[in-house]
T-cell receptor
Framework: EPEVTQTPSHQVTQMGQEVILRCVPISNHLYFYWYRQILGQKVEFLVSFYNNEISEKSEIFDDQFSVERPDGSNFTLKIRSTKLEDSAMYFC?????????????FGSGTRLTVV | QKEVEQDPGPLSVPEGAIVSLNCTYSNSAFQYFMWYRQYSRKGPELLMYTYSSGNKEDGRFTAQVDKSSKYISLFIRDSQPSDSATYLCAMRGQNDMRFGAGTRLTVKP
């Protein structure tokens, strides 16, 4: 069964450092999303991406965040200067249609720990 | 008022019990309703997808949507220990999906 692959599974970084979280979506899916989940809290929407541009972003997705699809297959989330409160699980998701008419396919997540 | 409200539990039931999980929402624009299951340290996995009001059944799972009350439910019949997970409701209108807080379910053998 096709799956969304995320790397690394766990990343530890020092406060103020830049991190790049990577995702390989399912090959024929066109809509991509990043969500995060702080430990014990709800899954929160960060950003959606289609046709090489951001479709929608939440208030969490401020200037320290950016996304890109550098090579047509990978989909990355960059956090420029990490803060302690950025520690969370980050999930990449994709869908065949806008908004995911049949739901999104999620990756297993990257656990980001900022120390 | 939060867009999507879900009782986080935890909920503990004996094996074989019927489980009822619920969410309420405030945004009338929501049209698509989903239930995801999330095991510890894993990504959410789609369980059920429904559009508009009514019931949808898939094996031991039944999803129910009442748009007039802005209320959705997931029923699990003959619950198994392997059903132990966090269950997330999710919904969307024209824009992107929003999740409930998730209900942690434990099914005890």
């Amino acid at each position: 069964e096709p799956e969304v692959t995320q790397t690394p599974s766990h990343q530890v970084t020092q406060m103020g450092q830049e991190v790049i979280l990577r995702c390989v979506p399912i090959s024929n899916h066109l809509y991509f999303y990043w969500y995060r989940q702080i430990l014990g809290q709800k899954v929160e929407f960060l950003v959606s991406f289609y046709n090489n541009e951001i479709s929608e972003k939440s208030e969490i997705f401020d200037d320290q965040f950016s996304v890109e699809r550098p090579d047509g297959s990978n989909f990355t989330l960059k956090i420029r200067s990490t803060k302690l409160e950025d520690s969370a699980m980050y999930f990449c998701a994709d869908s065949l249609r806008k908004g995911g008419d049949y739901g999104y396919t999620f990756g297993s997540g990257t656990r980001l720990t900022v120390v | 008022q939060k867009e999507v409200e879900q009782d986080p539990g935890p909920l503990s039931v004996p094996e074989g019990a019927i489980v009822s999980l619920n969410c309420t929402y405030s945004n009338s624009a929501f049209q698509y309703f989903m239930w995801y299951r999330q095991y510890s340290r894993k990504g959410p996995e789609l369980l059920m997808y429904t559009y508009s009001s009514g019931n949808k059944e898939d094996g031991r799972f039944t999803a129910q949507v009442d748009k007039s009350s802005k209320y959705i439910s997931l029923f699990i019949r003959d619950s198994q220990p392997s059903d132990s997970a966090t269950y997330l409701c999710a919904m969307r209108g024209q824009n992107d999906m929003r999740f409930g807080a998730g209900t942690r379910l434990t099914v005890k053998p």
